[in-house]
């Protein structure tokens, strides 16, 4: 299980995964990070902080939680049994449906092992979930000035609503295409948003001005240019190599698409994902009953419903700043000129 596979390194797929999951668990690309910005004094230490809970928070995760949690599994229930809970690219399964399993044989001491494991995974949702839904709150209350009272129970009736929808339809993959669309591709490119508006739009030089500004610990100069160039570069190869993955090599799809006009595009690559690569049948089967297909491009359309919803009410905010600063204009040349 801890053998090095190098071809892993030359798989689009597996970057995409990993750059997904470091952002979500470090709450880049979802707006958290800059929610809690705002609160920051104006000379807090980034650097310090940013490196402490970066590293902390992986060392955590990947040093403890997969020298423990990963090895526990594999010498109870088998190393295809992980793999096959693991095989999506999300821990879910093994934390909910084969990690019982392995309860169920540690005897008395099962019941004290599964309330302190969905204890734990408990406060972790529901921190995370805090975390997440106080940027919501934020731009509520000071683009619309809702209360935060109904601000929360609207957010908490839409997470219900879409977390209820997930249960429903979880059995046609409900769950993967939210963990997917949401968890991994949504963060990568909102993470690219972001690098690009730091470097290029802010300035990188204004942007490193305020990353020292009363920073103890000072990162070498070096990291300006891997901000500004390297890291949107990165993103941008990964993003390009995940969607158009081939499911043969890369020269062979090459020459397939010079010879015949069609890219060989793999099971697990985005365009693959949307174009259903590997999938027999339509919406319905022979007897009617809607099939994971049908699911899926529903789920498709409601995280895109969503998504527009979301877009519309920043744009209404980004007007009705546009349309107050318009109309201050006036009267404060007036009382200038007073």
Same mark, same amino acid.
């Given at each position: 299980?801890?053998?090095?596979?190098?071809?892993?390194?030359?798989?689009?797929?597996?970057?995409?995964?990993?750059?997904?999951?470091?952002?979500?668990?470090?709450?880049?690309?979802?707006?958290?990070?800059?929610?809690?910005?705002?609160?920051?004094?104006?000379?807090?230490d980034?650097?310090?902080?940013?490196?402490?809970a970066?590293?902390?928070?992986? =060392?955590?995760?990947?040093?403890?939680?997969?020298?423990?949690?990963i090895?526990?599994?594999t010498?109870?229930?088998g190393?295809? @049994?992980?793999?096959?809970?693991?095989?999506?690219?999300?821990g879910?399964?093994?934390?909910?449906?084969?990690?019982?399993?392995? =309860?169920?044989?540690?005897?008395?001491?099962?019941?004290?092992?599964?309330?302190?494991?969905?204890?734990?995974?408990?406060?972790?949702?529901?921190?995370?979930?805090?975390?997440?839904?106080?940027?919501?709150?934020?731009?509520?209350?000071d683009?619309?000035?809702?209360?935060r009272?109904? @601000?929360?129970?609207?957010?908490?009736?839409?997470?219900?609503?879409?977390?209820?929808l997930?249960?429903?339809l979880?059995?046609?993959?409900?769950?993967?295409?939210?963990?997917?669309?949401?968890?991994?591709?949504?963060?990568?490119?909102? @993470?690219?948003?972001e690098?690009?508006?730091?470097?290029?739009i802010?300035?990188?030089?204004?942007?490193?001005?305020?990353l020292?500004?009363? @920073?103890?610990?000072?990162?070498?100069?070096?990291?300006?240019?891997?901000?500004k160039?390297?890291?949107?570069?990165?993103?941008?190869?990964?993003?390009?190599?995940?969607?158009v993955?081939?499911?043969?090599?890369?020269?062979?799809?090459?020459?397939?698409?010079?010879?015949?006009?069609?890219w060989?595009?793999?099971?697990?690559?985005v365009?693959?994902?949307?174009?259903?690569?590997?999938?027999?049948g339509?919406?319905?089967?022979?007897s009617?009953?809607?099939?994971?297909?049908?699911?899926?491009?529903?789920?498709?359309?409601?995280?895109?419903?969503?998504?527009?919803?979301?877009?519309?009410?920043?744009?209404r905010?980004?007007?009705?700043?546009?349309?107050?600063?318009?109309t201050?204009?006036?009267?404060?040349?007036?009382?200038?000129?007073s």
């Open positions: 299980m801890w053998e090095p596979q190098a071809s892993g390194l030359f798989n689009p797929s597996t970057w995409l995964a990993a750059a997904g999951q470091i952002f979500f668990t470090l709450s880049v690309g979802m707006g958290s990070i800059h929610c809690y910005a705002a609160y920051l004094r104006e000379r807090d980034i650097a310090l902080n940013a490196t402490t970066g590293t902390v928070n992986e =060392f955590v995760e990947v040093i403890l939680g997969g020298s423990i949690l090895p526990i599994a010498a109870y229930l190393l295809a @049994a992980v793999q096959a809970a693991t095989a999506g690219g999300s879910f399964g093994l934390g909910f449906l084969t990690l019982p399993t392995l =309860f169920n044989q540690w005897g008395w001491f099962g019941p004290i092992a599964g309330a302190m494991w969905f204890g734990l995974l408990f406060f972790a949702g529901i921190t995370s979930s805090l975390a997440m839904g106080q940027p919501v709150l934020a731009f509520l209350q683009e619309f000035k809702v209360k009272e109904k @601000a929360a129970l609207g957010f908490g009736l839409a997470t219900l609503l879409l977390g209820g997930v249960v429903v979880y059995p046609g993959g409900t769950f993967d295409e939210f963990d997917f669309w949401t968890g991994t591709f949504s963060l990568i490119v909102f @993470a690219l948003a690098v690009l508006i730091f470097g290029w802010f300035g990188i030089d204004r942007g490193w001005a305020e020292n500004k009363g @920073a103890d610990l000072r990162l070498p100069s070096f990291y300006k240019y891997v901000i160039y390297v890291t949107p570069l990165f993103i941008l190869v990964v993003l390009f190599g995940a969607m993955k081939p499911s043969i090599g890369w020269s062979e799809a090459a020459s397939q698409l010079m010879s015949t006009g069609s060989p595009f793999a099971v697990d690559s365009l693959g994902k949307l174009l259903h690569v590997g999938e027999t339509g919406y319905f089967d022979a009617g009953k809607i099939t994971p297909m049908f699911v899926k491009d529903l789920t498709r359309v409601i995280l895109l419903t969503v998504f527009a919803m979301i877009a519309a009410l920043v744009w905010a980004f007007r009705g700043r546009n349309i107050e600063a318009s201050q204009r006036p009267d404060e040349q007036e009382g200038g000129a």
